[in-house]
């Protein structure tokens, strides 16, 4: 597969790695984008691990909480400009209003909703495509989660681009805080145990593929190669460290005073216990279309000669 330019700078823009590294990188994996951001990992170490942070797709994420009932959605549009259009914005109001009253199956059990705006309706659909030809932008209902199942329910919004439920017992300032905790350290799940199966499989990857260029620097510098036991402790070691950076309770609580409680034992402290949470960051996992301009400009140029 043909490496271009343009998936060099997309690769460097999520990593921050060398281009010549990010070229070879996609060379390797044969322009697989996730496949060379792991072998980045591998060679550059967490350097390459900033993807997750770079996100592209724009739009916003609303809440709403009514008694136990809360919801959480995400509405995407195509650019920054319009996240900021009251048109917009009040239509992620309304949708996140009828999430937590309605409770729909589904986005198209929730688009098929009544709901009359800007003199668009009588569903949400109907608004939504009302607005896309007024706006003159495509947007789109992305997910939603809706808690109701009798307990309390926190929410945190950080901007429009961050938003954070979390459902519990006990204390609200200690849940409240435990949200924004989330926001800024977002965890990918309750405890170690609940990490999905894939992503400690890739981690384990990443960390078998960093001692096997451990041991090749050793062996290069004339020195004996780590025995296997020893490797795989060390694998294991960094699976392990892993699991505790990434699940809630184990994380160190961001206002820890002594910089080491954890969110279990901050919880635990206050008599309070989450039961689930949910994360929302705008455009997670979406990959926005990076445009090769050289191309596109130079297939212009062909097909007006061509005319």
């Given at each position: 597969?043909?490496?271009?330019?343009?998936?060099?700078?997309?690769?460097?823009?999520?990593?921050?790695?060398?281009?010549?590294?990010?070229?070879?990188?996609?060379?390797?994996?044969?322009?697989?984008?996730?496949?060379?951001?792991?072998?980045?990992?591998?060679k550059?170490?967490?350097?390459?691990?900033?993807?997750?942070?770079?996100?592209?797709?724009?739009?916003?994420?609303?809440?709403?909480?009514?008694?136990?009932?809360?919801?959480?959605?995400?509405?995407n549009?195509?650019?920054?400009?319009?996240?900021?259009?009251?048109?917009?914005?009040?239509l992620?109001?309304?949708?996140?209003?009828?999430?937590?009253?309605?409770?729909?199956?589904?986005?198209?059990?929730?688009?098929?909703?009544?709901?009359?705006?800007?003199?668009?309706?009588?569903?949400?659909?109907?608004?939504?495509?009302?607005l896309?030809?007024?706006?003159?932008?495509?947007?789109?209902?992305?997910?939603?989660?809706?808690?109701?199942?009798?307990?309390?329910?926190?929410?945190?919004?950080?901007?429009?681009?961050?938003?954070?439920?979390?459902?519990?017992?006990?204390?609200?300032?200690?849940?409240?805080?435990?949200?924004?905790?989330?926001?800024?350290?977002?965890?990918?799940?309750?405890?170690s145990?609940?990490?999905?199966?894939?992503?400690?499989?890739?981690?384990?990857?990443?960390?078998?593929?960093?001692?096997?260029?451990?041991?090749k620097?050793?062996?290069?510098?004339?020195?004996?190669?780590?025995?296997?036991e020893?490797?795989?402790?060390?694998?294991?070691?960094?699976?392990?460290?892993?699991?505790?950076?990434?699940s809630?309770?184990?994380?160190?609580?961001v206002?820890?005073?002594?910089?080491?409680?954890t969110?279990?034992?901050?919880?635990?402290?206050?008599?309070?216990?989450?039961?689930?949470?949910?994360?929302?960051?705008?455009?997670?996992?979406?990959?926005?279309?990076?445009?090769?301009?050289?191309?596109?400009?130079?297939?212009?140029?062909?097909?007006?000669?061509?005319a």
């Amino acid at each position: 597969m043909a490496i271009t330019a343009s998936m060099v700078a997309e690769l460097r823009a999520k990593t921050d790695a060398p281009m010549m590294e990010c070229k070879k990188a996609l060379t390797e994996a044969d322009g697989n984008m996730e496949k060379a951001e792991e072998i980045l990992r591998v060679k550059l170490g967490s350097k390459a691990g900033k993807a997750a942070s770079r996100i592209t797709a724009e739009g916003v994420v609303s809440a709403h909480v009514v008694g136990n009932a809360a919801s959480l959605v995400e509405v995407n549009c195509e650019t920054d400009f319009v996240t900021k259009n009251d048109s917009f914005l009040g239509l992620c109001k309304s949708i996140a209003e009828l999430t937590a009253a309605q409770n729909p199956a589904d986005i198209a059990a929730l688009s098929a909703l009544p709901l009359t705006a800007e003199g668009f309706g009588p569903t949400v659909e109907d608004v939504r495509k009302g607005l896309i030809g007024k706006i003159g932008e495509n947007m789109a209902i992305r997910r939603f989660k809706r808690y109701a199942d009798g307990g309390k329910v926190a929410s945190y919004l950080h901007g429009t681009r961050i938003g954070v439920l979390v459902e519990f017992e006990g204390d609200d300032v200690a849940a409240k805080d435990v949200a924004m905790h989330i926001a800024a350290m977002k965890p990918v799940s309750l405890s170690s145990a609940e990490v999905p199966a894939d992503l400690i499989e890739k981690e384990r990857s990443v960390a078998a593929g960093k001692a096997e260029e451990a041991n090749k620097e050793l062996l290069a510098a004339g020195k004996p190669a780590q025995s296997p036991e020893i490797t795989a402790k060390r694998i294991e070691g960094a699976v392990q460290k892993y699991l505790k950076e990434v699940s809630l309770l184990d994380q160190v609580f961001v206002k820890a005073a002594d910089g080491k409680q954890t969110v279990g034992q901050y919880l635990k402290s206050t008599g309070t216990t989450v039961k689930g949470f949910t994360l929302y960051v705008v455009g997670e996992g979406i990959e926005k279309k990076v445009d090769d301009f050289a191309a596109e400009v130079a297939a212009q140029v062909a097909a007006a000669q061509g005319a």
